[in-house]
Structures are given as C-alpha cells and as structure tokens.
C-alpha cells in the first residue's frame, strides 16, 4: 500500500502523480510487491486480494459531462480512496462499435487488403453493431486517429496513475498488414527515407514519385492471399512491415504525449505486449512496463516456462511486468477448472520478480464459444497476493541473481528462430542463475559489446545467430565463454554438448536433492550487502488429477558461496503462504550452505541472514 500521507492525499482529492515518489521507491513503474488488477472491480474485492493497483482500467463510454462525472466516482475514485493507483485505458482494436458511432465516415478508417476489402478481426467474428462486423480500423488514417484522441480525452479525467492501451500494434498487427490509401502514402515517404538505392533497383524501381506499393505488388502477381500467409514471400515486405510497426510505436508515443498534456503531469504507460516476440519488443522504449497477454500453455498442464522467458527479456530491458494467459488458456481454465494450475503461474511470476495479474474475471476465447469470461472466487487466489502483500520486504527491491546468460539475438528472433526461449526454459529449470545478453537491431535499440559481455561467466549462444559487424565480432572476442545451443532442441547430442561446456565454465552452484523439479530463484540487493539474501522456491510438481502440486518432504538446498558474491549465512527462515514462518536448519559445506526444507507446497521464500 502506499504510504499514509499518500492515502490521506488521495482520499482529498489531491492529484496522485504528486505523491509518485511514494509508489515507486525502486525507481520503476512497479515494486515487485505489486497486486495488479486488470480491470476495476468492487473496493471488497480490492481489499480481500490486497490490491495497490488497476490496469486496463477503461474510459467513460460515452463523451458527456455525466457519463464522464459517473466513471470517475464509481472506478477511479473507490480504488484512489484505498490509496491505490488507477491507469486508465483506451482500445486500438476492439472499440470498433464505438468508431462507428463516432465517424460517419467509418468506412474510410478500414483497414483493406490487397484487393481493396476491408479486413476484419478474426477473433471478433461474433461480434457486430449496426449490421457491420468488427471491422480492423486503422491507426495511420486520419479519421480513426482522431476517435483515438477522443478515447484519449475521457481517459485522462479523474487524476488517473497511467494509461494503458489494449492492442497497441494497430493497423501492423492485421493479416498480411493494410493497403489502404494512407497506408500506402506513408509507406511511400518511408521509402524516400529509408530505402537504399540497390533495394528499390533489385525490385525494378527506379524512382518512388506517384509509387503505390499496392499496385506495384499486384502488377508482380503478388495476390491478397499470399500476402496474408506467407507475407515474408512478398517484396519489400521487410521495409514495408517495419514502417507499419514503427509507425505504431511512434503513435503510441503521440499518445503518452497528448494525455499528460492533457492531464498537466506525468502518466505510467502499458500496453498489451508480451514481450517475448520481435515485434513486441519494439514498443519498449516507449512504455513503463509491459502489461499484456503471455502464452502459459494451460492444455498442457503443466507449469510454463514460456513466462519465465518474458520476465527475463522484462529484466534486461529494465522493465516490469503485469501480466495476464491468453484467452486460450484462460477458456481452458474455465472449462476444466484448473484454479490450482492458476496458482502455479502466480507464484512463478512472483518468484522471477514481475506478476500474473489477480485473475478475478478473465476474458477467455475459443473459435467455438468466441468470447467469454473465466469467473474466479476470491478463495481461490487471493491468499496468495495477501502473501506478498504482508511480506513485501522479501520482494522489494530484490533483482535477480545473474551469472550465466543467453544470448537474445532480434535478427534470430524476426526469422522465427526460438533457442533462445528453448535455452532459458532448460536453465530455469536446472537451477542456473542468468539473464540475457540482448543483441539488437533496427527494431530493438541494444548492442551486444565487449563490455557489455564481460560480467558474463558463460554465454549461451543459440544458432544461428544472424549477427553481424561489431555485435558478431563482440561475440568472437568472448569465444572462450561461449556455449553454443543447438538450433533444434530435438538435437540431443547438441544439447548434450552445451551442457557438458556450459558445466566446465560455470559448475552448479545450486542443487537440491531429496526432490525433482523444483525450482530456485536467487535475488539479491544490488549495492546492499548486508540486506538478507533471497531464494524462492518453486514447487513445479504439478498433477491435473488433483488440481495441485505434489508437497515435497525432506528436500535439501545447496547454494554455493558464489552465488551471493562469497556471502556467508547462517540463518534461514521459510516464508510460505497460510504458514507461519518457520526457522530452518542451516550447515556450512566446503562450497557454501546446505539448508534442510522440511516440506515444500507450492512455494516457499527462503531469506537467508
């Protein structure tokens, strides 16, 4: 919660950005003590879930002075007056009735494919206003940016934290991307800019003046279906789709810019991003934190290590995240009603520093069913956001342990080469401290240098990396530290051998015997050597039959002196949800500690003093 003279502020009505100061004590848009809400909801359910925070919070629906009067008294105010912080919303994509009703010219702002048609939303298809389905409105047209704006306007009213924007990617998330008139003007100017000569003349243009890169492609034989599937066929399908992503970057940025005009102060920025694509990477400079839907693989059930892969591609951007499953997942939890898998995915996302937001109502999705809703109890979560709430001190301020790291690699990653994800999900799970090493390009603002690869004890580097100039020869100069990863994880004689290099470079510095699959998450203090040392202990040992993780007895962890720069303990304490703290046994090894864990259910923090 915030401080008292926070929360005496806001119940006055004073504007909450004053009192910023207060909130973000770790200099980020989110403590990892955070309990986000996606969406407002009722102050009990705020209360009963610890909650410090809305986002996804919406707008008023209508543009008059009591439908704007009535949001703020019944979302931004009850939650403002439990001294939490409320980001508002506004939707790219799926507000496309209230565009209709907006422009009578609507038609104008659809996105069309390379037929002139409009284009749809696929996962919108039951879903029509006035006769009209749910059409894909595009954000480089005039007209739509201008209801954007309007959104924008009732968004900002109320002293509002932040705002968060639903489906920020626009017209560059479409099927095959949007050929119409505006598109394809800006496209044109993108060119003259930054298009090379040799490019243009490869592809027979010699000059751009009254060029249309729809007619151009039509004229090739290029079909509307071709560039639906298999869009990277197409020519100057790179340039064309990095213009549409980074004109929806630049918009997004217009955005943040108008509200806090608008509002006279600063304002967080989320959007729906995972965070573990190249394209979704792209938005990074422009947010404060990512707060968007990451694949968790409920039909699986098991516990994902996709997540982990975005709270550490967050970390080395230096962001947080608030995150939510897919619609998938969630219409799967509904279905089979898995709340134990649930808890699983929160804990996890607690443990690596970042959080799954409380999963009160969730909009879930099938082609069958379309659009509904997963419906939770607050029994059935909210134990476990209190726990995190009543220990905020074992989670503030902690960052992760980081040894060990892999290479992301944005050219790799924009052919669809995946090792990298492949690689973390195998050190989680193997106990190995690390982050990554981003290698960037003209979509991802980062450089892989001599320097930066120096803190490193080992890198693993998954082929192919597509790197070239300073960023491969950086990579070169570290050969010594290198670990190649296979380009299949089916290659078991690759895998196999980046073990055994990884293992001679970096020997194991955590284990834990007496049990399987659990995980350990090692935090720390930056700069604060004397503050406790952190591990979380994760119970992945997860049953569908049952619902639940299976409690692990006797369980031994062993932590190297390394791990924690050569510190020594001797105190530990497990912190555990619906438990009491309890004191454990603490034996100093040749290496470091061993510390006896009686019983572990789904998770446990460890400190160590």
Known sequence: MLTDLAVRLAAAG??????????????????????????????????????????????????????????????????????????????????????????????????????????????????????????????NAPGYRKFLRDQTRRAVVGDPEGLHIDDYAGTSGCPGGCFCPYCMKAFTEYLKQHAKPEELKREGIDSLEGFDYATFLRAKGITAEQVRKKRWTVPLNGLYETFQIKASRDFVAEIKQYAEQLRGGPLLL?????????????????????????????????????????????????????????????????????????????????AFGHSLMAPHRQWAYTKEKGTHWYQSQPGDYAYLYQFVRHNAELFDGYDAVESVAVLYSSPAFRRWKRGAMQACGWLAEHNVPFGMALAGDDWLDARLTPESLKRWKAVVVPEPTYLQGPQQEALAAAQDRLVAWPEKASDEAGVAAALQRLEELYP??????????????????????????????LNRNYEAVGDDVVPQQGLQVELAADVFGGRKFSRATLYAPQAEPQTLKVRPTDRGVKVAVPRLGLWGVLRLD
């Open 270 to 350: 989320s959007v729906n991003s995972s965070g573990t694509s190249a394209p979704s990477l792209v938005i990074a400079p422009v947010i404060d934190y990512f707060c968007g839907e990451v694949g968790h693989h409920a039909s699986e059930e098991k516990v994902p290590n996709e997540p982990i892969f975005a709270y550490k591609m967050a970390d080395a951007l230096g962001k947080r995240v608030a995150c939510t499953a897919s619609g998938w997942d969630w219409a799967f939890v509904a279905e089979k009603h898995r709340p134990g898998l649930v808890r699983t995915w929160i804990a996890q996302s607690y």
């Open 14 to 139: 004073v504007a909450m950005w004053l009192v910023g100061a207060a909130v973000g004590a770790e200099g980020t848009a989110l403590r990892r003590s955070e309990v986000v809400f996606m969406g407002p909801k009722d102050p009990e359910i705020y209360r009963a879930y610890g909650a410090t925070m809305v986002s996804w919070g919406g707008h008023a629906w209508k543009n008059d002075p009591a439908a704007i009067a009535d949001f703020v008294k019944k979302r931004v105010e009850p939650a403002h007056a439990l001294g939490m912080r409320y980001c508002t919303g506004l939707a790219f994509r799926t507000a496309f009735a209230r565009m209709i009703d907006f422009d009578e010219n609507f038609m104008q702002s659809v996105t069309r494919d390379l037929d002139g048609n409009p284009i749809t939303v696929p996962w919108l298809w039951d879903h029509k206003h006035k006769g009209h389905p749910a059409y894909w409105f595009c954000t």
């Open 508 to 537: 194991p510095q955590i284990r834990v015997t007496g049990a399987q699959n659990v995980l350990v998450v090692a935090r720390a203090k930056t700069g604060e050597a004397r503050a406790p040392a952190i591990c979380h202990l």
